[in-house]
């Protein structure tokens, strides 16, 4: 639990900067050297190098085996993680304001909704009474 | 009478390093909306979380320094978690401000430090209510302890997420 914070904080922290993030949708495309991920940023190749180490150090990305190249990859598990929190979050909250939709529209038509089955039941019960009454 | 019961669906957003905002619009009057959201009979009609989960407490004093209580409980492994607080204000139909403390119970998880604190707002525009509630950790470590809590209660990681992030950041 302590760790998942801990590496939630430097999920949190890598995603909080502009480049990093072009980075990181840069690689969702496919993996990329350092110089081709420098390409179009007006930065030096040291000062991506220094961004690519934050993103690695939260396992947003990771370093290919080619000595040569050491082409970066996108570490999809993590950047899940960090964002399944929040959509689940407003999942159980969604599927709470949909009972709630009914619950309110039960209240303002009350018979009209889901009451309407058992209220309509008990109606033309009592109209098949006053027919028959007839 | 055919129209649509949702408006839009819940935005969930996190406006500083230390809260979660939730916004949501119904189709009912302000006052009928307040109701839903204070009297127990009607919140535990609606509030049950996720599906399979029950809300067996659902205790509410709704006044100043009132408290409440609410728990729910996995119908298929009996697991259970609560929040409980006080209400710090009330104002009937349009605002209401608690404190809310994680109660882990057999789930587990939650947060360190001083509780969270719980404000919701209702404003009404022709028929259409829009409530806000955010939701203040107090810390940057605390709400990402309650990220983290949110993690593990659910943990199924989908990879269809990735592509929607990914289109936000990229967009």
């Not at chain 2, 607080?85 to 104002?91: D, H, I, L, M």
């Not at chain 2, 001083?114 to 022709?126: G, R």
Request: proline share 5%.
């Amino acid at each position: 639990m302590d760790a998942t914070s801990h590496q939630l904080d430097a999920t949190f922290l890598a995603l909080a900067d502009p480049t990093r993030r072009a980075i990181l949708a840069r690689l969702a495309r496919g993996d990329a050297s350092v110089g081709e991920l420098a390409a179009p940023f007006t930065m030096s190749q040291p000062a991506i190098s220094k961004h690519l180490k934050i993103l690695e150090r939260a396992g947003l990305i990771s370093a290919g085996q080619d000595a040569q190249r050491r082409p970066r990859r996108i570490e999809g598990k993590r950047l899940a993680e960090a964002s399944a929190w929040l959509e689940q979050y407003r999942a159980v909250w969604e599927a709470n304001f949909q009972r709630l939709d009914r619950l309110l529209d039960e209240l303002q038509h009350p018979s009209s909704t889901s009451t309407r089955a058992r209220r309509t039941t008990k109606r033309s019960r009592a109209r098949g009474a006053r027919q028959k009454a007839r | 009478m055919n129209m649509p019961m949702t408006i839009d669906k819940a935005q969930v957003t996190q406006p500083s390093e230390r809260e979660v905002k939730v916004v949501r619009s119904f189709r009912a009057p302000r006052a009928l909306v307040y109701r839903a959201f204070t009297e127990p009979a009607l919140v535990r009609r609606w509030m049950l979380g996720p599906p399979g989960w029950s809300m067996p407490a659902c205790d509410m004093d709704v006044r100043v320094g009132g408290r409440y209580r609410w728990s729910w409980r996995n119908d298929t492994d009996g697991s259970e978690f609560g929040f409980s607080g006080a209400f710090r204000e009330v104002q009937p139909p349009s605002r209401i401000v608690h404190t809310e403390a994680y109660e882990p119970g057999t789930v587990g998880g939650g947060y360190p430090g001083q509780d969270a604190i719980v404000t919701t707002t209702f404003t009404e525009d022709a028929g259409v209510t829009t409530m806000e509630t955010t939701i203040d950790f107090g810390s940057k470590e605390a709400r990402d302890a309650a990220v983290a809590t949110g993690m593990t209660s659910g943990m199924e990681q989908s990879y269809q997420l990735l592509d929607r992030l990914i289109t936000e950041l990229s967009a």
